[in-house]
């Protein structure tokens, strides 16, 4: 077999290309993941998520490009050879089979001694928390249930490579929110390398020692989730992540004395922790301006340098308070979205409000109109 020539990556893809019929759903995709690591592909549907993780695992073959697992090129490796366990969004659980015996279903295929069996299965149920529920049937499980299931039979004989298909996808928002926290913890006791995917930014802020956005069949970007959320390289991830999202404004910055200016909704604001001299190439640039929900702080106190605007909505969501803002009149005014920590004075509000809203320091990004390209 061919070795990767750089053993730092266990898992590493090069050039990985597959389409259907016209369509090209993976397009010369690359992707090194460390031994250990936790990296949660992230993109929307037909992005090609699925699809890169049947190649990995075997089931489907690529038209061009290369995998190694643990060094070696995996090409001519069948799925049940190479390492790699698969769990699934819908559970595929064997429904006249026990819990038990659904984990242990890949134990057996390997004719593994039944007391090895047995310890097996249920270390793996307690660290899942189903030990109580192994002798149950599918149908007696709740979703919950079924969903840690499926990941037990994928985590019990302890493969190299996890790979993990929005499995929390058709779980409710409680469970959910308990897998988040429980995930990293399994994944680090079973010292799998894992490749998760998932439409849910959230998940993957949550789960990913690093994050791969997967956009049209190619890696935008792969970074820390703190990279991704704070230094989108392009402004397609910087919209993908957040809830709110961010604001968008179509700006041609300007010199303003000794700041650069923009205008939102027809009004001028200066920018006054950018100098024109420290980025000179953004000067009567067609440019697109993005501020985080959170870096606008709205006052009903006019402050310094600050924008003007009419508050037009507030909507609570758990402990934080989102308002909307309105900058400027008519068609050229801006609706500017501001997050803030949960404000009882702006609770249940509905009539307009005047007021400013400051832009925090530091925050704005900017991005090349025409190609989206971080500036």
């Known amino acids: 077999m061919e070795t990767d020539p750089n053993p730092m990556s266990y898992l590493k893809i090069s050039g990985l290309t597959k389409a259907f019929g016209k369509k090209r759903v993976l397009d010369g995709l690359d992707l090194e993941v460390r031994q250990g690591e936790c990296l949660v592909v992230f993109g929307g549907s037909g992005s090609g998520k699925t699809t890169l993780l049947r190649q ?8 061009a490009g290369s995998i190694h697992i643990g060094g070696e090129d995996v090409g001519e490796v069948g799925p049940e050879s190479r390492g790699v366990a698969m769990a699934f969004q819908n559970f595929a659980l064997y429904p006249h089979l026990t819990a038990f015996e659904n984990i242990a279903s ?13 310890a097996r299965v249920l270390e793996v149920a307690r660290l899942l928390k189903i030990d109580h529920v192994l002798t149950h049937l599918p149908k007696q499980l709740s979703n919950g249930q079924k969903q840690r299931t499926s990941l037990g039979r994928s985590l019990v004989h302890r493969p190299p490579v996890l790979l993990l298909d929005d499995p929390l996808r058709n779980v409710d928002a409680k469970i959910r929110f308990e897998m988040r926290l429980e995930f990293p913890k399994l994944f680090k006791a079973f010292g799998s390398t894992v490749l998760y995917v998932t439409q849910d930014y959230r ?31 392009t402004r397609e991830v910087a919209r993908l992540f957040g809830d709110p999202p961010i604001n968008l404004f179509e700006v041609t910055p300007r010199v303003d004395g000794d700041a650069l200016a923009v205008d939102i909704g027809g009004l001028p604001v200066r920018l006054d922790d950018l100098r024109p001299q420290a980025r000179p190439e953004l000067i009567g640039r067609a440019c697109v301006l993005g501020v985080r929900p959170e870096d606008v702080v709205f006052s009903t106190q006019e402050q310094p340098g600050a924008l003007p605007v009419a508050l037009e909505a507030v909507m609570p969501i758990n402990v934080r308070t989102v308002t909307l803002l309105k900058a400027g009149q008519g068609a050229a005014g801006a609706e500017i979205l501001s997050s803030r920590p949960e404000d009882p004075a702006l609770a249940g509000r509905r009539e307009r409000l005047p007021g400013w809203a400051t832009l925090v320091p530091g925050r704005a990004m900017f991005f090349d109109r025409a190609t989206g390209a971080r500036l």
């Open 56 to 63: 990995i695992a075997g089931v489907m073959e690529p038209d």
């Open 203 to 233: 998940e993957a802020l949550a789960l990913g020692d690093r994050i791969g956005v997967l956009v049209d069949g190619r890696f935008q970007q792969i970074d820390s989730p703190h990279g991704i959320y704070r230094n989108p390289r």
């Open 106 to 118: 890949p134990l057996r295929a390997r004719r593994m001694a039944e007391a090895e069996v047995a």
